[in-house]
């Protein structure tokens, strides 16, 4: 009986372990996807760049928010494949960096000890008619 509570607990606690942070990564990639498509999406419906790039930062964080993710743990950058990024046709693309923190530890953030670095890109056209 003994046996079996102490070996069952050193499996254990591993495997949960591994399975929290795995889940932690599986929400850190759909929050990277939505909150690159989010941005995108924001900045091409702005009437100008300044107003466009703060809108679509504040989407990205707060779509990162929503997924439990802080605003410290990512990265948005905003480029454009022409000078004027709301002209008629230019395709905007946002990119969003996201470092997912291993749980539970107790010094991780002091340790950069991350759980996994992700990277997601979305591309938006601007629309002739807007």
Not at 2 to 26: D, K, N, R
Not at 70 to 88: E, F, G, M, P
Not at 104 to 111: C, D, R, T
């Amino acid at each position: 009986m003994v046996e079996f509570t102490l070996l069952s607990l050193l499996l254990m606690v591993p495997i949960v372990y591994f399975i929290v942070t795995i889940g932690q990564v599986q929400g850190g990639s759909f929050a990277v996807v939505g909150a690159a498509d989010q941005a995108a999406k924001v900045y091409v419906a702005r009437k100008d760049n300044s107003e466009g790039r703060v809108a679509a930062e504040q989407a990205a964080l707060l779509t990162l928010a929503d997924y439990g993710h802080s605003a410290q743990q990512a990265t948005v950058n905003i480029a454009c494949d022409r000078d004027d990024c709301l002209s008629a046709g230019t395709a905007v693309t946002v990119t969003v960096k996201l470092k997912v923190p291993l749980s539970m530890v107790p010094f991780g953030e002091a340790l950069s000890l991350d759980a996994a670095h992700l990277k997601a890109s979305a591309t938006q056209i601007v629309g002739r008619f807007r």
